[in-house]
T-cell receptor, first 116, second 114 residues
Framework: DAGITQSPRHKVTETGTPVTLRCHQT?????MYWYRQDPGHGLRLIHY???????DKGEVSDGYSVSRSKTEDFLLTLESATSSQTSVYFC???????????????FGPGTRLTVL | AQSVAQPEDQVNVAEGNPLTVKCTYS??????LFWYVQYPNRGLQFLLK??????LVKGSYGFEAEFNKSQTSFHLKKPSALVSDSALYFC????????????FGAGTRLAVHP
């Protein structure tokens, strides 16, 4: 978890409320990712970033948006939270584009989000 | 479509015995494979990866994995399990299309009993 922090670590919110999760890194890595972890599904990619202001969708992006205004910060926003977005959210970083170099991803400690 | 399968939800092994956690994959092109471990209330930690070369890959904490192209498998192994190895293990593969995107298996919970 070194070099990657996520905030908040726990959040309970109500349906329809906007929520923003923050990922902060001190490694100066170019690539950043948001995943959600749900039982039976492993981790699924929500959005990713390949540079400041450069982002794209992953496999489960509906209902989520992201922003990256600085190398070190990657924000995930749930525009209007739903109960199906109750999950544990992980941020990850990697130094390079892969697949043969710098392709390990390093993960933050996670944010547990509950939507009531 | 690219995918990763971990056929066992849970693996139970006695301390000191060898352990195997199974992973099979389906990819287009060359497979770039990873194993991660997750301890309770923690993020994922990188264990090892296969990119090319020797089919037996050695990683952290005494773990190794064997890449088998004909069986499209990448099983995680350890010769002698420790109670402290008890955790959730994920196999992953890099998706085609660049940007180092990973697709994960559903995970296998390893329980090592004293």
């Amino acid at each position: 978890d070194a070099g990657i922090t996520q905030s908040p670590r726990h959040k309970v919110t109500e349906t329809g409320t906007p929520v923003t999760l923050r990922c902060h890194q001190t490694e100066n890595h170019r690539y950043m990712y948001w995943y959600r972890q749900d039982p039976g599904h492993g981790l699924r990619l929500i959005h990713y970033s390949y540079g400041v202001k450069d982002t794209d969708k992953g496999e489960v992006s509906d209902g989520y948006s992201v922003s990256r205004s600085k190398t070190e910060d990657f924000l995930l926003t749930l525009e209007s939270a739903t109960s199906s977005q109750t999950s544990v959210y992980f941020c990850a970083i990697s130094a390079g584009p892969g697949p043969t170099t710098d392709n390990e991803q390093f993960f933050g400690p996670g944010t547990r989000l509950t939507v009531l | 479509a690219q995918s990763v399968a971990q056929p066992e939800d849970q693996v139970n092994v006695a301390e000191g015995n060898p352990l195997t956690v199974k992973c099979t994959y389906s990819v287009s092109g060359n497979p770039y494979l990873f194993w991660y471990v997750q301890y309770p209330n923690r993020g994922l930690q990188f264990l090892l990866k296969y990119i090319t070369g020797d089919n037996l890959v050695k990683g952290s904490y005494g773990f190794e994995a064997e890449f088998n192209k004909s069986q499209t498998s990448f099983h995680l192994k350890k010769p002698s399990a420790l109670v402290s190895d008890s955790a959730l293990y994920f196999c992953a593969v890099i998706l085609s299309g660049g940007y180092n995107k990973l697709i994960f298996g559903a995970g296998t919970r390893l329980a090592v009993h004293p």
